[in-house]
């Protein structure tokens, strides 16, 4: 598979610039419920010990930062005091001794990610704590993929150099934009120098992918202060480059209302912003692997698409498919099997659930047989921007043409618009065109069996705008 081009159309954006999921999951988060608790997650860890050999993905969250940014959506904690950490870690640590002693196996590991909130909160220590304590639960493969999330207004070349010591071998660095003014409005004050010494170490201590962030909408950017940052950012040449859409939804996202709307670039300067960020990435030679997500074109997410093995799960794009995600502290979520399962969003609910030697699973969802197959209609069009239902309906035993009938007559007019052609004797073979890759969420939302129930139209506004 060729990777995929993009054919920018403004019009066709403004058009189709409805609120819609991420499809990191399917069914979506939202879909998670308090009638799933913890006797359901271990009910399904349990079946999990059943496949000691198969490898899985552990993810961790530390919610702590020492400073908040204006624009952030995350599950976090602002704080100064350090010492909140360690009895965080304490908690951490029983949760991990807790889904052992169900998996009653080491099991393989070949992913993993350490997100947040700010994780290099952990001081040196506290890191090497809980890598061993991750270590003596499972058993951390060689050649594993093996991620941290990196705030370098935090972090100097001898932290980078104890993270590679400890087995990361990728990092993901905050940016968001080098503009002094649009920092200012954010409460996020980054150079270029510290963020290129933090790169630089990255790649002197063997980490074998750097990832930077950068987001477009925030007060103040313009086209002429957004290209230079491009230009900084392209003069660090990551290996990977995520460029979010900022969403401003202040009424879910507290830290928010402190950034004033009228300081916000227009929908039509937001989009020239895009546009601008696309071509100056393609120009340097990223190639487009889905949604948000930019590439070198060696680089193994540009790799695992041409391949036709890429991914999607709760951390963005992934080249591994299918591992199970067991996540562990505040607010995770994993996918074990037949559900996602999300632990309790407070600290003080997820310690008082742990302290009761109870898993601190706060809700989730069990996964239907249609889920499965709507799940895997939507991961292959984010992925792969195709979909071959004849193909998936054979390896679901469905009936392609009676199943999705609705979805494809859904579909129409977006055929009419040009995102999206349909080849085969039955119309079953389903192609993301070049100009509509960037509304790809558009497109999944056809497949989406619960978007379209009675009433839920009423409900689509608690998600983001797809542009």
């Known amino acids: 598979m060729m990777n995929q081009s993009l054919d920018f159309q403004p019009e066709l954006l403004q058009r189709f610039d409805i609120s819609g999921p991420r499809y ?18 271990a009910e399904e860890l349990r079946r999990r010990a059943q496949r000691p050999f198969d490898p899985v993905s552990l993810y961790f969250h530390i919610p702590f930062c020492e ?3 204006y624009y952030c959506g995350c599950n976090k904690i602002p704080t100064k005091n350090h010492a909140r950490s360690a009895p965080y870690l304490d908690s951490v640590e029983k949760e991990l001794g807790l889904i052992a002693s169900i998996l009653q196996a080491r099991l393989p590991v070949t992913q993993l990610h350490w997100g947040g909130g700010t994780p290099t909160f952990l001081n040196d220590d506290e890191a090497a704590r ?25 972090v100097d070349e001898k932290r980078v150099a104890h993270l590679g010591r400890l087995g990361f071998n990728r990092m993901s660095v905050g940016v968001q934009d080098f503009a002094p003014e649009v920092q200012q409005a954010v409460n996020r004050i980054q150079s270029v120098e510290e963020t290129r010494l933090v790169i ?8 074998s992918s750097i990832s930077l962030d950068l987001i477009y909408g925030l007060p103040f950017q313009n086209l002429d202060s957004f290209g230079r940052t491009l230009d900084q950012v392209l003069a660090l040449s990551p290996d990977r480059l995520s460029l979010y859409s900022y969403a401003h939804l202040p009424h879910i996202f507290k830290p928010q209302r402190r950034i004033n709307p009228e300081d916000l670039p227009s929908p039509e300067v937001k989009l020239g912003l895009l546009g ?12 487009y692997i889905g949604m948000d997500h930019f590439a070198k074109p060696d680089d193994e997410l540009a790799r695992a698409q041409r391949a036709g093995k890429l991914h999607r799960n709760f951390q963005g794009y992934s080249t591994q498919a299918e591992l199970d995600l067991l996540a562990f502290g505040v607010s995770s979520i994993s996918n074990v099997g037949n559900c996602y399962a999300q632990n309790a969003k407070t600290i003080d609910e997820y310690t008082e659930m742990l302290a009761f030697d109870k898993l601190p699973t706060a809700r989730g969802v069990h996964l239907t047989p249609e889920d499965h197959l709507r799940r895997a209609a939507i991961q292959r069009l984010m992925c792969d921007f195709h979909l071959d239902l004849h193909a998936l309906s054979a390896e679901y035993g469905v009936d392609a043409k009676a199943t999705f009938a609705a979805d494809l007559q859904r ?37 989406d069996g619960y978007l379209h129930q009675p009433r839920e139209q009423l409900l689509q506004p608690r998600y983001s705008r797809v542009i």
């Open 24 to 41: 990191t999951s399917y069914p979506t988060a939202d879909r998670m419920h308090s009638g799933f608790g913890s006797r359901d997650y």
């Open 67 to 69: 400073t908040l940014c």
């Open 130 to 154: 809980l890598m061993d304590m991750t270590r003596a639960h499972f058993d951390l493969q060689p050649g594993g993929e093996f991620s941290i999330e990196i705030d370098p207004r935090k």
């Open 200 to 207: 630089d170490a990255a790649r002197a201590n063997g980490f």
């Open 276 to 287: 601008l960020a696309i071509r100056r990435l393609e120009e340097a030679g990223y190639v």
């Open 411 to 447: 579909l129409k007019p977006l055929e009419e618009a040009g995102l999206v052609t349909r080849e085969g004797a039955e119309g079953l073979h389903v192609h993301v065109t070049p100009q509509g890759r960037l509304l790809v969420r558009v497109v999944a939302m056809q497949f």
